[in-house]
């Protein structure tokens, strides 16, 4: 199925060392589109222009954010295998932020364990619109987790552009910054209610 997600601007390239800003990103393209069909991006262009040469044939998604290729995490598996994410169920004894240091070192952590925290880590980090992170990770449910998650692993900080024939990994985001959807291989992983 053909998607074509509207938005008021596409940064296309993103962690550019070429551009200094926080984010190390391109410039935005105002009335902007892309169209994503499967796992990969269809077209990225004018919005007038894809929807006049696929509009008939597909949905569309209306964001008012911005469309870029989504967060680079440098510190995941640090994030992933040096914190635990509890389980909502034990907010009670833990509370609901990552639990590090001496108090992760009290817990009994099996390897099931470890699994469960890195899918509740990772979620967290899609809700901020995290398409790419940087491991090694050790852990082997850990790293099942982030194999399963569909987030890109890279050895480190690349430029990441959205183009036809690409891999549909995208984050939508704010005026102010925080995350309205995150999208891996072309399927929304996270959409802010």
């Known amino acids: 199925m053909l998607t074509i997600h509207r938005v008021r601007a596409v940064r296309l390239v993103a962690d550019d060392p070429e551009h200094d800003g926080p984010e190390h990103d391109g410039p935005a393209g105002a009335g902007y589109a892309v169209v994503v069909e499967g796992d990969r991006f269809a077209a990225v262009g004018p919005y007038d222009e894809l929807f ?30 040096a914190a635990y994410h509890p389980d909502p169920r034990e907010a009670d004894a833990l ?50 987790a982030v194999e399963r998650s569909g987030l890109q692993e890279l050895a480190g900080r690349i430029p990441r552009a959205l183009a036809a024939g690409g891999p549909a990994h995208f984050a939508v985001f704010a005026e102010d910054g925080s995350c309205l959807a995150t999208a891996l291989h072309g399927r929304l992983v996270f959409r802010r209610r």
């Open 95 to 144: 509370g609901s932020e990552p639990v590090t240091g001496e108090a992760l070192a009290a817990l009994d952590m099996t390897e099931a364990r470890w699994g469960g925290s890195a899918r509740r880590g990772l979620q967290r980090l899609m809700a901020t619109g995290t398409t790419a992170l940087t491991g090694p990770f050790r852990r082997p449910a850990v790293r099942t």
């Open 52 to 81: 006049a040469q696929y509009g008939a044939r597909a949905r569309v998604r209306e964001w008012a954010g911005v469309l870029t290729p989504g967060r680079y995490e440098p510190e995941g598996a640090a994030l992933l295998e």
